[in-house]
């Protein structure tokens, strides 16, 4: 019932941009916090930004300034901007969605692959 599907992600040269959405469905977007993180060949998957319901954002250091999280409510969508890339951002990028009803749940996307590389 609950989905999170990635979009936007491929092949782009270094100092290059990308944008990827994740459209949310079966969750109460408007009030569930949602967070990107990113899993690189041989690394620990790891954050990369989150968003609170309210609009309030945090970033990992090796993105801020690069990066930038937003959602639309009204489309159920969140998105990362990302500009200035690098080679070492490459990895499968997961959309993540934390419910908190009876009991939290966490939620995550199937992932989209973004490759830095000349």
């Known amino acids: 019932q609950v989905q999170l599907v990635e979009s936007g992600g491929g092949l782009v040269q270094p100092g290059g941009s990308l944008r990827l959405s994740c459209a949310a469905s079966g969750i109460i977007f408007s009030v569930d916090d949602m967070g990107w993180y990113r899993q690189a060949p041989g690394k620990q998957r790891e954050l990369v930004a989150t968003i609170t319901s309210g609009g309030n954002t945090n970033y990992a250091d090796s993105v801020k300034g690069r990066f930038t999280i937003s959602r639309d409510n009204a489309k159920n969508t969140v998105y990362l901007q990302m500009n200035s890339l690098k080679p070492e951002d490459t990895a499968v990028y997961y959309c993540?969605?934390?419910?908190?009803?009876?009991?939290?749940?966490?939620?995550w996307g199937q992932g989209t692959q973004v490759t830095v590389s000349s």
């Open positions: 993540n969605a934390d419910v908190r009803r009876r009991s939290r749940v966490v939620y």
